[in-house]
T-cell receptor, first 111, second 111 residues
Framework: DGGITQSPKYLFRKEGQNVTLSCEQN?????MYWYRQDPGQGLRLIYY???????QKGDIAEGYSVSREKKESFPLTVTSAQKNPTAFYLC??????????FGEGSRLTVL | DQQVKQNSPSLSVQEGRISILNCDYT??????FLWYKKYPAEGPTFLIS?????DKNEDGRFTVFLNKSAKHLSLHIVPSQPGDSAVYFC??????????FGKGTLLTVNP
């Protein structure tokens, strides 16, 4: 079954800790994306990658880091530098110029 | 600066009637527009799209209209069903394949 898998679905973090959210896709898509959703804010782009070993900052990249060592994987690290990390994080993939396919999301809560 | 605007945070409609969700954009470089549907705690799912060379695209109960001169698009759902109740996001794409999302409109279809 083709799709995008995000893990964990729920994650709790203490202030000052880095956490990594996993995103794996078996759709053979070239491009992958990370979005953040906050209430009333819609979806905002954090980072995107159009090809392996290359990625670009989105609109709200500060406090986040990514890597794209494999076509199937695009993990997102939320660092301690991110001031308001509590949010719903969405990973997506596509074969441009087609539409994005989204994972089920990961909810991060900072305690 | 919001490039994609959904000015109605919510919309309530009776079952069987038409739902009209609106979206305005400011960037004239956008060439492709999409609508996504999202349930709470899930990833968005692609609904329908339209290229800037068209003014209408239809898929079953869903029709998207594009007015390029007004930089406006709308999603019509006819007839509306209770299962259509969700948040609907308008998104627009420029040549770099990044998608910019609006803040969403919560549609409630009452039985």
């Amino acid at each position: 079954d083709g799709g995008i898998t995000q893990s964990p679905k729920y994650l709790f973090r203490k202030e000052g800790q880095n956490v990594t959210l996993s995103c794996e896709q078996n759709l053979n898509h070239d491009a992958m994306y990370w979005y953040r959703q906050d209430p009333g804010q819609g979806l905002r782009l954090i980072y995107y990658s159009q090809i392996v070993n290359d990625f670009q900052k989105g609109d709200i990249a500060e406090g986040y880091s990514v890597s794209r060592e494999k076509k199937e994987s695009f993990p997102l690290t939320v660092t301690s530098a991110q001031k308001n990390p509590t949010a719903f994080y969405l990973c997506a993939s596509s074969t441009p110029p087609g539409e994005l396919f989204f994972g089920e999301g990961s909810r991060l809560t900072v305690l | 600066d919001q490039q994609v605007k959904q000015n109605s945070p919510s919309l309530s409609v009776q079952e069987g009637r038409i739902s009209i969700l609106n979206c305005d954009y400011t960037n004239s470089m956008f060439d492709y527009f999409l609508w996504y549907k999202k349930y709470p705690a899930e990833g968005p799912t692609f609904l329908i799209s339209i290229s800037s060379i068209k003014d209408k695209n239809e898929d079953g109960r869903f029709t998207v209209f594009l007015n390029k001169s007004a930089k406006h698009l709308s999603l019509h759902i006819v007839p509306s069903q209770p299962g259509d109740s969700a948040v609907y996001f308008c998104a627009a794409r420029a040549s770099n394949y990044k998608l910019t999302f609006g803040k969403g409109t919560l549609l409630t279809v009452n039985p």
